[in-house]
Structure formats: structure tokens, C-alpha cells
């Protein structure tokens, strides 16, 4: 069973569809096209697998635009075979003057409840604030999330260059008004920077997942604190390879975590960008991560708890799961 716990929805953008939204905006053709301009061609840092997501901006500052991505992301995401899916992005990224980031929110929210209904899988918003946006942005995007708590959006989030701005002390106070609306809480953190990154997003922020967390497999004693604090890593193997966050598949960090007894949830992170869905990423964590079947297939429970979902909706995954194992 596959459920997609980190996905960006700047990374799930269909060149057929950007070629048809750069038409009608009038924006220029990148050269070599647009499948050209997303896929990242193979292993480099985390800057040029940025501006290969960074593409498709220019065309996600329309409300009609990101309803209709939204929409195609979950589309996608059920034909690859997936129950569940989280869908984040940064609002702040594509909000202009006559487009708040409220309004971005609310597209997305649409397209994805559009989606849910069209496919029948479950799906939900992420709101991901940029560590380096100004405090009036982070706060504006914070605010938009808790008000649509009950209308699509699931959680928080914090992404951007972790080496820059390394500090969490201004996100403190708008993770905890998060948690009082009753979204659930991630990070990006110890992808680029150091493990303890990780530890100090869970003591100051509150999140029970960090995506990625890659260096946190560099010091054994936090290992097993981030297994005894209960906290679940969304791992991406793919795109940790292409970002150099790992090595390769078969050296991934995923192995120290599985050692460790950590709970572990996969996401394909930026499909369009690495050409790697979700479905393949299990696949290729057998075949070239040698890992063992099993262990794969048991991140599907840890998903499962770890999901911000309704209870209801989590409920309506295990049994889906229960149902798989019978
Ligand atoms: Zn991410």
C-alpha cells in the first residue's frame, strides 16, 4: 500500500500541462522544453535540483493554475496506485499583489477536494513556510494554514536552505498556533544540515516528522533519541541522491533508520523533477537499496500513525492495509 507522506506540488507539475499554462500566460518556452527544464539529469547538490523545481514558478502564480496542478498532482498520484497523499507547497512562493497567500491555500485546497472526490483516494494540504521569507510572510502563511484548518490544510511546514538560515526561534511561536488549530507539525531538517537540526526542530518547533533528516544517521546517540521520542522520518530516497543528501540507494540513510527501530514513511518529493513516483521508489529500495521487502512494505504503517489525517481517515487506511495483508 502506498501513501505519499512528502510531495511538493511545485515538483508534480505535468510538462503537458505547463506548455499549455506558459501559453496562455505568455510566458516563454524554457530551451529544450519543459520536460527538459523539471528533470533533474542526475546526482549534484540541493541548489541545482532547486532551480529545477524552481521551473515551473512561473506559472503557479494563477488561483485557475494551481487548482488545476493541485488537481493533477492527486490525479497522479492515485494512478500510480497510492491511498494517500500530502501534497505541500510554499504559499509564499506564488502569492503576488492580487493573489494572497490565503488565496493560494484555497486554490490548492480546491483542486486537491476535486481530486478527492474524482479519485477516491485521501489527500491533504501542507503549508510550507521558506526559512528565508521576511517574519510578515511566514506569519501571513501560518495564519492562512490554521484558517483553513477544517477546509483542506493538514499540517506545517518549514523548508529553504537549512545552512543560511539554520535558526527556528521566529517559527516557534506560529508552530504553536498550529498545534492549538489542530494541524499536524513537520520540518525539513538535518537534510543539509547537521542531525542535530532535527533534534532541535522536535524540542523547538514540537513536529512529530522531519522530512528527510538524512544527517541525523551521522550520530548513533540521536538515532535512538529520534526512535524514543517517537518521531517519524519522511524519507525520499531519490531525490537524497540527487541532492547528495545520500550517497546512493544502497548507502542511504534509510538503513541506519530501520536499524535504529525508527519509524519510517516514504515520499517521491518532487516526481516531475526526478521522474521517480512513489511507486518506484519502493521498488528501487529493494532492488538497488536492498532493502528487505518487509521492511518497505512495514512503512506503510508508520504512515499510517503518522498521517495528519482524521481519525476517521486513518481508521479507513488500516483497514485498506489490513485488507492488503489478508
Ligand atoms: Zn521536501
Not at 510531495?7 to 506548455?19: K, N, S
Request: charged share 20%; net charge negative.
Amino acid at each position: 500500500m502506498l501513501l505519499n507522506l512528502h510531495t511538493h506540488l511545485e515538483g508534480t507539475v505535468r510538462p503537458g500541462t505547463a506548455a499549455e499554462l506558459a501559453e496562455v500566460a505568455g510566458c516563454p518556452t524554457p530551451v529544450g522544453g519543459w520536460e527538459n527544464a523539471f528533470r533533474i539529469k542526475g546526482p549534484g547538490n540541493l541548489t541545482v535540483f532547486l532551480s529545477h523545481v524552481a521551473a515551473a514558478y512561473p506559472l503557479l502564480g494563477r488561483a485557475e493554475n494551481l487548482r488545476r496542478v493541485a488537481f493533477e498532482a492527486v490525479q497522479d498520484a492515485a494512478l500510480d496506485g497510492q491511498s494517500y497523499i500530502e501534497l505541500r507547497l510554499g504559499p509564499g512562493t506564488h502569492a503576488r499583489p492580487n493573489l494572497s497567500v490565503l488565496k493560494v491555500l484555497e486554490a490548492v485546497c480546491t483542486g486537491v477536494a476535486e481530486a478527492t472526490a474524482a479519485t477516491g483516494i485521501h489527500a491533504g494540504v501542507i503549508a510550507c513556510m521558506l526559512r528565508h521569507e521576511p517574519q510578515d510572510l511566514v506569519e501571513e502563511i501560518a495564519r492562512a494554514a490554521v484558517g483553513l484548518a477544517n477546509s483542506g490544510v493538514v499540517g506545517l511546514d518549514i523548508a529553504g536552505d537549512e545552512l543560511l538560515y539554520p535558526s527556528l526561534d521566529r517559527f516557534a511561536p506560529l508552530y504553536a498556533l498550529a498545534r492549538d488549530a489542530g494541524l499536524g507539525l513537520t520540518a525539513h531538517a538535518a537534510e543539509a544540515g547537521p542531525g542535530s537540526a532535527a533534534r532541535e526542530a522536535v524540542e523547538s518547533l514540537g513536529v512529530s516528522r522531519i522530512g528527510h533528516g538524512s544527517h541525523i544517521a551521522d550520530e548513533p546517540k540521536l538515532l535512538d533519541w529520534i526512535r524514543d521520542e517517537g518521531v517519524t522520518i519522511e524519507v525520499c530516497p531519490t531525490s537524497n541522491v540527487l541532492t547528495g543528501a545520500a550517497p546512493s540507494l544502497a548507502e542511504h540513510p534509510v538503513h541506519a533508520f530501520v536499524k535504529a527501530g525508527i519509524a519510517v514513511a516514504l515520499g517521491d518529493d518532487n516526481p516531475e523533477n526526478t521522474g521517480v513516483r512513489l511507486s518506484e521508489e519502493v521498488r528501487l529500495l529493494v532492488t538497488k537499496g536492498d532493502l528487505k521487502a518487509e521492511a518497505v512494505a512495514g512503512f506503510a504503517r508508520h504512515a499510517i500513525n503518522a498521517a495528519f489525517c482524521s481519525d476517521a481517515v486513518r481508521r479507513d487506511l488500516a483497514a485498506l492495509l489490513d485488507h492488503e495483508a489478508t
